[in-house]
């Protein structure tokens, strides 16, 4: 079997958690989303998510030694073996290098660097109508992805809510620290020579397609 370790990276709402999923279903892959995890420990109230709750909710990252130290414990995990995703991981050229690090050590190395791109107004366009499930993480949009039933999960039930950062002022900040921190990512893999940039907009079918020529 092809051993695929992909990192996704692009501005927030730009689709990464859906291509991640749609990847992840294709190869049978784990996804690795640090967002999901710095959220459901936020929600659980845990050291790292205490630390993490106010960068979040500003917009801001989350400090890289935090972030550095539980992706380096999740990607020792035995699950990785065959392929992983990192999606939203690293957002800046301090953790890109962590990461080089992290995989020297563990003796793997990437194998698709994968960067998708959007333009800000389609982007706030996109996560203003974002709605999630909080217990199984399902991701909808009210207008593209609708959910079957108005508001209500089609997978598990749950209420949809809106992320606390899908509010617009904080989708600016986000959009802000993108392009200061994490855009100067496609240099700087674009000199290891393993970089594809990826239309992020049209439809979902569209997107997948790319991607799945991209791999
Ligand atoms: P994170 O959860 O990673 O958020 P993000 O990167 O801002 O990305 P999003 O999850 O908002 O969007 P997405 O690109 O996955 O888009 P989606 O597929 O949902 O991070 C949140 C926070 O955690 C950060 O701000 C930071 O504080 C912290 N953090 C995380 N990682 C960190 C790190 N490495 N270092 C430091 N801090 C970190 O799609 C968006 C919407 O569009 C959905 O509604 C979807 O249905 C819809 N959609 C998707 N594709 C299409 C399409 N083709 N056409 C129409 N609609 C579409």
Do not use: W
């Not at 291509?19 to 995890?37: C, E, N, Q």
């Not at 710095?38 to 630390?51: E, M, W």
């Amino acid at each position: 079997m092809t051993v695929r370790n992909i990192v996704l990276f692009g501005p927030p709402g730009s689709g990464k958690g859906t291509r991640a999923k749609i990847i992840s279903k294709l190869y049978g892959i784990p996804v690795i989303t640090t967002g999901d995890i710095l959220r459901s420990a936020a929600r659980n109230q845990t050291d790292l998510g205490i630390v993490a709750q106010g960068y979040m909710e500003r917009g801001d990252l989350v400090p890289d030694q935090v972030v550095n130290s539980l992706v380096r414990e999740r990607l020792s995990q035995p699950d990785v073996a065959q392929g992983f995703i990192l999606d939203g991981y690293p957002r800046s050229e301090e953790q890109a290098k962590a990461l080089d690090q992290i995989l020297r050590d563990l003796g793997i190395s990437l194998t698709h660097i994968i960067h998708v791109v959007l333009d800000d107004e389609t982007i706030i366009e996109r996560l203003s109508k974002r709605r999630s499930c909080p217990k199984c993480g399902s991701v909808y949009h009210l207008v593209s992805a609708p959910p079957k039933k108005d508001e209500v999960c089609d997978q598990c039930g749950s209420k949809l809510v809106q992320r606390e950062d899908d509010k617009e002022e904080v989708i600016r900040n986000r959009l802000k620290v993108y392009h200061e921190q994490t855009a100067p990512l496609s240099d700087y893999y674009n000199r290891a020579g393993k970089l594809v940039q990826v239309n992020g907009d049209g439809t979902v079918d569209e997107v997948r397609e790319r991607v799945e020529d991209a791999l």
